[in-house]
């Protein structure tokens, strides 16, 4: 049975000081001041993640090779794969969105199982000193976050329920290997531990010397007390340290200018959440006629057909969201600049969850994306991106940055 021996962990939400007195299979440690998770071991740790990750990447290349989805109207069929969801885009003209797409929702999560399986693979073998190894699994943990594969099968599912009322829908092969892809692509991201993986990796140096007096700080912020956690790999070090003595990477007390870029991304993805809201974010052209639909009159459309909870799902993910990401931010980093120290517990879980659904908001444009992939039948029924498309992708991506610049250690700990 897997084991993580009795080591030291820094709050990478509240900066606090914990001992974890050893954690096995099954097991995970939270924080004891803000409840944040800092280390968890599933059963068979490296096996499953490896198996998963292989099973995945052989689902994903059925998924690009079958047929995804097909319609018919008026005798006519039309059918397309999962790339054209992001080729399509080209066509029309969008290459920036076209690039987006394709990165966040192929790119980026083969070479996330990549990474997976050249890592576990290194560690099966005994070979967990490797220097790519090291490399790829910070590689790793960059782009998951990135990795939009959940946020496409729900606009999949929506397009769907679209596409019922317009056309005869068929379902492809490659549509539910992608489900399966899906499945198995979640529990190998999820069963990835930082701290479990960077054990395996490089052993923890315990007799650092940082560590010789750390148990008389225990329950402290770390800051204070001159220690840094390396955000790359979770290990603590001095605040004299340039780099992480566990990963080699460059490491800093805080983010540097954390309030003013989060201040400046949110600033600007509120900027940008206007054209996404006032232009069409989809054309649609239909014997000859176009007509051009907003979010918003999207959402009316969905909710008068019958369709409530497609209507809502679009509401909260293209309305709600942003708002609620943007305000929630903006609410933090008053906070920190007006040293309003109340209700941290609650400021920090705000944070986790706007830090959580960043990526939701993408739907509205993913649901785009396979429309105007799949519906191109010239004059008898053809669907295209709207301007508003290329503003709310840059909506969603201002909003994930400005999330990823704050630091939420700065509400609790008064180093700045």
Not at 399 to 406: D, Q, R, V, W
Request: include cysteine.
């Amino acid at each position: 049975m897997e084991r993580l021996e009795e080591h030291f962990e820094i709050c990478p939400y509240c900066d606090t000081l914990t001992l974890v007195e050893g954690i096995e299979e099954g097991e995970r440690v939270c924080c004891t001041k803000c409840g944040s998770t800092l280390t968890s071991i599933i059963k068979n740790p490296i096996k499953i993640p490896f198996i998963y990750a292989c099973v995945s990447v052989f689902l994903f290349v059925c998924s690009e090779l079958l047929p995804f989805l097909g319609i018919t109207k008026m005798g006519i069929t039309a059918n397309m794969t999962l790339m054209e969801t992001a080729t399509s885009m080209f066509v029309d003209n969008y290459e920036f969105l076209a690039v987006f797409i394709y990165c966040n929702m192929q790119l980026f999560p083969i070479l996330c199982l990549f990474c997976i399986i050249f890592v576990y693979g290194c560690i099966l073998l005994k070979k967990s000193d490797n220097l790519m190894a090291k490399k790829l699994i910070k590689l790793f943990f960059h782009l998951k976050e990135w990795s939009m594969v959940e946020v496409f099968m729900i606009a999949i599912l929506v397009s769907m329920v679209k596409l019922i009322s317009m056309v005869e829908l068929q379902i492809g092969d490659g549509f539910i290997t992608f489900c399966l892809f899906l499945f198995f692509y979640v529990k190998t991201v999820s069963s990835v531990d930082k701290k479990y993986i960077w054990s395996k990796l490089t052993k923890l140096n315990n007799k650092h010397a940082i560590f010789n007096d750390l148990k008389k700080h225990i329950g402290q912020y770390a800051g204070e007390n001159n220690l840094v956690l390396c955000t790359n790999c979770d290990s603590i070090n001095h605040i004299s340290d340039k780099r992480c003595y566990l990963c080699k990477s460059k490491i800093d007390v805080r983010k540097k200018n954390s309030i003013q870029k989060c201040l400046a991304l949110a600033i600007a993805a509120t900027i940008m959440l206007i054209p996404a809201n006032v232009f069409p974010i989809m054309i649609t052209s239909s014997m000859g006629n176009n007509s051009a639909a907003t979010i918003f009159e999207g959402i009316i459309f969905m909710w008068n057909t019958g369709a409530y909870h497609i209507a809502l799902i679009i509401f909260i993910a293209s309305i709600m969201v942003p708002i609620f990401k943007i305000a929630v931010l903006l609410a933090l980093c008053y906070s920190v600049t007006k040293q309003k120290n109340a209700k941290l517990k609650i400021k920090t879980k705000l944070y986790g969850i706007t830090e959580f659904i960043g990526k939701w908001s993408m739907v509205d444009v993913f649901v785009v994306a396979v429309l105007s992939a799949l519906i191109k039948m010239g004059k008898v029924l053809s669907i295209y991106p709207g301007t508003a498309s290329l503003s709310f992708c840059a909506t969603v991506i201002l909003t994930m940055l400005a999330a990823n610049s704050f630091d939420p250690r700065t509400l609790w700990s008064d180093v700045k």
